[in-house]
């Protein structure tokens, strides 16, 4: 690789506390990249990770796009919450991602927080955070970026583009932007757009840290504040859409926390009262709350049907194979949506294989232990 | 009816905009009334209104129980928003419940802010609002007052008790508490139990509110502030659980708010984010943020089977008919809670009628529309 490529400090949570990030380099350096907005874009960093080795024919790139808060720490410690990294599980040695035969390029998304050009990195004419000047992105500009990347590091086609939830949605504008560039597509618990009722969530996600006033309309970086509450409650609705009613019944139920009886007053007493508080509270130490209403409405704006006039002229030109996964108990990226997905792929003559796993983990299942999963993609992948 | 009734104004919304309520009478004025906390109270105000005429042997009485924010103004014009009554296509002049056979009693939940002694209600100690001196209340209190209000006005046997959501829940613990004095049981959209997630989505809406800091630690009422943004974001939340995913998409979809592209910004884009937003706004105007604290916290700690060691043992008692519906789409109470409800009855051998109502109206769908609803309870009521 030719890509200068440089490890920065960042900062984060109430606290700002400081943190190496990496491995950083800048792109669109020769011309500006215009975004879907208009506005365009210049000699902005995207940071990513790496695993496994890239063969001499640079065959063997495997492009994994991460969710809404995930970032490129998939296969080690996370630098800022010192935990392992979030697809373990899927990737590595030996495992269905496999690092001794593949290269895994993992690139935090436009608009996030560890690394990528977001709207906490500084800009250079004010010597200040973007802020809300930082432009509004969508997954497609996320997807130019990750092409630039691709692109700067010599890698012509992908043996594979894979992601779930928004992972999945760019995976999907991979193969509407660039479907020559594309070999083959694993998109997990997710759809072609994101519904009123994926709208409603994230909107009320985004005015939860709008109505803190430590939010400052958005200049807390500057004066010093940090809307934890806002970005706490934020995460809490978040998080309750991820799983499903089962799954929580199952984990938490009406188990009180802590108490053999009622407070009858406002303390957590429900174990699920006390795990989200602390859902809340951790993901505050971790993520931007600018970043988070940049990348939810980058969400919103998704709609391939819209961008491409239909599902087959978004997925025309695709000659490659595709393995499209669904969970029963998801009812934010729900079998309906998936399903619409196959059928387009199917239309145009794509090689396309689609399951639904039966699962009571709802939408985060895509993340957790389910051996059905990995023996899918496993199988698929090595095909 | 021997009740002294009086008409009080009270204040509502961040202007604290006076409006004349009632009917208020003080019930536990003989001697006070143990709540389940264990606190006792008395002499405290309970608001209703009634419609239709009690016969001359008091046996045509229906109680209505409201919802989380229903109140008591179900057939004539809310005096806070001008609306007409919440119930006015189940109940009236010949609809389902007969103002012209039935006399209907719709109280005001303990914890309310309508007139019943609620939060926000002065207490005589101090001559301030109670704010979180209030005592937590539960659903089996609330059903005790109910009680009480019916003894004052010398109702004996109530020839139905109706009630929808958190209505259904007093409806059910009427059967469990004074099972010989309901007739019929109608009970809609409702559950023996709030489950995890019920409880999960309740404390983000508290979460909400507590972050806001014009909530003052509930003292906002004293302190001249009023947390507007908290308690709108609370309700933007509670309002998406209401609707189903089908209902948002057939609803709003992905449609535009007055604006033929993106803005490219956080505005309000999308129709689904307009009509959220007016929710959440039109709420503070006519609800108490710290009633929306207590009513919710009484849901979450509703469960017959815990209260009564098995839910054979809660209807044990019950020698009426019931009717118990749910609907498809209502995925906060779901059929299957109402089918543990109606086979306990069942097996209690019980006269018990259940029906799903294919629906995608989601949980709201006993407050719309339904003709199948409506037929059923007309049925079941006249028998």
Redesign the interface.
């Known amino acids: 690789m030719s890509l200068k490529i440089t490890h920065e400090k960042r900062s984060f949570g109430p606290a700002q506390r400081e943190v190496e990030v990496g491995d950083i380099t800048l792109l669109a350096t020769d011309k500006p990249m215009r975004l ?4 365009e874009i210049s000699h902005f960093p995207m940071a990513f990770r790496t695993y496994g080795t890239l063969n001499k024919d640079k065959s063997n790139a495997i492009l994994i796009c991460h969710g809404l808060t995930g970032d490129q720490y998939m296969l080690e410690t996370h630098p800022v919450t010192g935990k392992p990294g979030w697809w373990e599980q899927m990737a590595g040695k030996g495992k269905p991602l496999d690092t001794d035969k593949y290269f895994l390029i993992c690139p935090n998304v436009l608009g996030g927080c560890l690394g990528s050009f977001g709207p906490k990195e500084i800009n250079p004419n004010t010597q200040q955070p973007y802020n ?1 000047d930082f ?2 992105i969508t997954i497609r500009d996320t997807v130019r970026a990750q092409k630039a990347l691709m692109d700067a590091m010599g890698i012509e086609i992908l043996y594979a583009v894979v992601g779930g939830s928004m992972g999945g949605m760019q995976a999907l504008e991979w193969l509407a932007s660039y479907p020559e560039k594309v070999q083959r597509l694993v998109a997990l618990a997710t759809a072609s ?5 994926n ?3 994230h ?2 996600g ?3 840290i ?4 430590d939010w400052q309309q958005g200049n807390y970086l500057n004066k010093g504040t940090f809307p934890s ?2 970005l ?2 934020s995460r ?2 978040a998080h ?1 859409t991820y ?1 499903s ?1 089962d799954a ?2 199952r ?4 188990e009180l926390q802590d108490r053999d009886r ?1 407070s ?3 303390e ?3 174990q ?2 006390s795990y ?2 602390y859902q ?1 509270m951790s993901f505050v130490d971790r993520f931007d709350p600018n970043s988070y ?1 940049y990348i939810t ?1 980058a969400m ?2 998704f ?1 391939l049907e ?1 961008d491409y006039g239909s599902l087959a002229q978004a997925f025309g030109a695709f000659k490659g194979s595709a393995l499209m996964v669904s969970f029963s108990s998801d ?1 934010l990226f ?1 079998t309906g949506e998936a399903k619409r997905v196959v059928q387009a792929l199917a239309g145009c003559g794509a090689d396309v294989r689609f399951m639904e796993i039966d699962s009571d983990k709802g939408h985060d299942a895509f993340l957790l232990d389910e051996p059905e999963l990995f023996s899918a993609v496993k199988g698929f992948i090595a095909e």
Chains 1, 2 share one sequence.
């Not at 709008?210 to 006033?213: G, R, Y």
């Not at 984990?251 to 009406?254: A, I, N, S, V």
Request: charged content about 25%.
């Open positions: 879907d907005s208009g506005a809300l432009p509004v757009r994101h519904t009123a009722q709208i409603a969530f909107e009320i985004r005015q939860a709008m109505a803190d006033p509450k806002g706490s409650v809490m609705t309750v799983l009613d929580l019944a984990k938490f139920g009406r009622f009858y007053g406002f957590a007493d429900f699920v009262e989200l508080r809340g209403l409405r919103d704006y709609d819209a009812w729900p």
